[in-house]
């Protein structure tokens, strides 16, 4: 199926990781900024080194977060296993932002002019498998009586087109807020990141498709969360990352 699609090769294997996926928490993870690497067909799309290591390519320091509150919560964890520069998961196909022919300071020559065709095959490859995934498992969990959270795990860079972002955390929601209001509470009486709330994102800016994909079209709480990558560059930076917002969100659940 992969080779019919034109995209991934037998090399390249699937485009989903699934993490615990017999997991016992409500928590379900999703990180769809997981990786900076390419499918082999595109080379380097046209750009630097120092361009597909950046936040543009990926999300630094997010998966592994997302992996230390897996384990730390017994939580299933779905990630993307190639960079948004050629599908962003977290957009819908008619989106300009899904496969992005600029991003922040960089143009990116191949993703220029890119045919139905083209996105269509894009589509087909990466979004729709990852999504569909997501979807049977969560339908599944449900079936045998299981609860679902829906959780998204994200990082920023601290200085965006020139300016610097105070931010540290951020806790982002569209229509249901029940979580992030939680979260939000939680983090006012332990107050060890600068946190607010949909920022240095909101949902104007397009980025809670997933959470309204899979949480508000279910009936499933759900939050999106941000984390500034220089806090997270480092096994120690992520371990007390992941502690922190495992704290907030059993504290949140709890309550």
Partial sequence: ???????????DGDCV??????????????CEHASRALPEKFGDLGLSIEALSSHIAWDPGALAVARKMSASLDATLVSQRFSRLIYDCNRPPESAGAMPETSEIYTIPGNQHLGE???QARTEALYIPFHDRIRSMLKKRAASGQENVIVTIHSFTPVYNGRQRAVELGILHDEDRWLADRILDAAAKAPLFHTERNQPYGPEDGVTHTLKLHGIANGLHNVMIEVRNDLIRDDVGQGVMADYLTGLLQSSLEA
Avoid: Y
Wanted: net charge negative.
């Fill in 1 to 11: 199926m992969l080779a019919q699609q034109g995209i991934l090769t037998e090399a």
């Fill in 117 to 119: 065709m083209d996105r």
């Fill in 17 to 30: 990781a699934v993490e615990r996926p017999d997991g016992s928490s409500a928590v379900f993870i999703i």
